[in-house]
């Protein structure tokens, strides 16, 4: 019964996904004329394949390895089922006929193929990963846990940080504010240091315009929010060792905080 | 003239006036609907069975730290900011970026949100997390829609999409050497078998994630370790 409702949930999940994937990544071919869903990565990928559907499907099915090895272990598909495994098998079924390049500009035809080729991965990786035996997921919750947990605590925060202060003056001044906010009041810095680079970028390459002002109008609103919520003013304000005012106390009570 | 010409040439005109279905504007919000349904029902099954999340080990590792008695803060807000960068960004340059927005935003991000609201219907019930998922897609979809046809043109920013996507990259490969640092405080065995695999993914050119990976899991089961 358990393996009969993965299969059904694991075949409706990977029909919608892959159609839609199949469908976006021919759109991309016409972006940005036509508003597509995909990645640049994707679509620098599929044209270098130059039509054969043998390099289409051996690309694939690398990161196919790749995306099985982590279901497997961790239960997470990775980001390349989407970007790469689906739209490049499903381009490798449309060209198997005549070789034809032009088979994966066609929106209607990838999205038929990427929901087939869909539904066929997305079943294979949920049945054999919830297959696998007990000690088998106690190895990977040792190994990937901890692993991932230096990654996003330590790992990312730094290099999105570096990467903020290498691209340029204001993106490193927002980065830094917002990162930093961010780790005192989320926890993590990740969030406030793309948000700080997506300000500083915005405002080099366009200037202050409408969306940049609103943008960081709607990022500081975001904070402010998530500070109240988190009851990080009220902790503010014992740790200057200071008495939390009673009004303060009653607006979180309001809010259920 | 063969057919494959003459596909062709009705793609082109379906492009010129964009009002078939596959290339239209309008129809983009049902292919995103559709889009979002599968992915945030992917988490629905990650969430029941432990299997099925559309995303890289680091991000779910986030989902996962919550549904473990932690705080969903880190993720709701790492999936929210990606989303809201994503969708600015997509709407400008014609690609919405599938990975940011909804593998990160709609497949983590909203749950994470949702889950710390302690509103777990639509993630527990798969028919629930279908339709919370294509709602949410359209909302997306429509979103993207406006902003194009009222911004168009206007700005020509990436938003610094580039510096984030490199950032992005650059964590994805300190993952394989994390994971032979932790294989190897798991156990001795445990170490070996990763990075033995390690190596053997390295020399047919493939990420060494995947191998360190294998390898630790084929010893675990061979010298199984205690919780």
């Keep these: 019964m358990h393996f009969l409702i993965i299969l059904i949930e694991s075949l409706i999940i990977g029909t919608l996904v892959g159609l839609a994937v199949g469908v976006g990544a021919a759109r991309m071919f016409n972006a940005p004329t036509v508003q597509a869903l995909g990645a640049f990565r994707t679509l620098g990928e599929m044209n270098a394949s130059e039509g054969d559907p043998a390099s289409h499907f051996s690309f694939g099915l690398g990161f196919f390895f790749n995306a099985w090895a982590s279901t497997v272990a961790a239960g997470s598909f990775t980001q390349d089922v989407t970007h790469r495994v689906i739209p490049n098998w499903a381009a490798a079924l449309l060209m198997l006929k005549n070789h034809d390049e032009k088979q994966m500009h066609d929106a209607k035809k990838m999205g038929i193929a990427g929901a087939i080729v869909g539904a066929l991965i997305v079943a294979f990786l949920n049945l054999t990963s919830s297959a696998l035996p007990q000690s088998l997921q106690i190895t990977a919750v040792k190994v990937l846990v901890p692993a991932a947990t230096l990654l996003i605590n330590t790992v990312m925060p730094v290099i999105f940080w570096l990467a903020a202060i290498d691209g340029g003056k204001r993106s490193g001044i927002f980065g830094t504010i917002f990162g930093g906010i961010a780790q005192l009041i989320m926890g993590n810095a990740v969030p406030g240091v793309v948000l700080g680079i997506l300000v500083g970028k915005g405002v080099d390459e366009s200037g202050w315009n409408k969306i940049t002002r609103i943008i960081l109008i709607t990022t500081i609103v975001l904070f402010i929010l998530s500070a109240f919520f988190r009851g990080i003013d009220l902790t503010l304000v014992k740790q200057l060792n200071l008495g939390v005012p009673a009004w303060l106390r009653q607006i979180h009570s309001v809010f259920g905080g | ?227």
């Design chain 2, 1 to 227: 003239m063969d057919k494959s010409d003459e596909t062709l040439k009705e793609q082109e005109l379906d492009l010129k006036n964009t009002k078939s279905f596959w290339y239209a504007d309008w129809s983009f919000p049902i292919i995103v609907g559709l889009m979002s349904a599968g992915v945030f029902a992917g988490t629905s099954m990650y969430f029941n069975y432990g299997t099925g999340a559309f995303n890289e080990v680091a991000f779910v590792a986030m989902l996962k730290a919550g549904m473990t008695g932690g705080s969903y803060g880190a993720c709701a807000a790492f999936g929210a900011s990606f989303l809201f960068a994503r969708v600015l960004e997509g709407s400008l340059d014609g690609i919405l970026d599938l990975g940011g927005s909804i593998l990160t935003g709609v497949g983590l991000g909203i749950p994470a949100i949702l889950l710390s609201m302690n509103i777990k219907e639509p993630i527990k019930s798969f028919p629930l997390a279908l339709l919370t998922g294509a709602i949410i897609g359209v909302l997306i979809g429509f979103v993207i829609y406006a902003i194009r046809h009222f911004t168009l043109k206007q700005s020509n920013s990436t938003f610094g999409a580039d510096i984030m996507m490199g950032a992005g990259n650059d964590t994805g490969r300190f993952l394989g050497p994390l994971i032979l640092i932790s294989a190897c405080q798991a156990s001795i065995p445990i170490g070996l078998g990763a990075i033995i695999g390690a190596v053997i993914f390295y020399a047919w050119k493939k990420p060494i994630t995947g191998g360190a990976i294998i390898g630790a899991m084929i010893a675990g089961l061979l010298f199984p370790v205690k919780v």
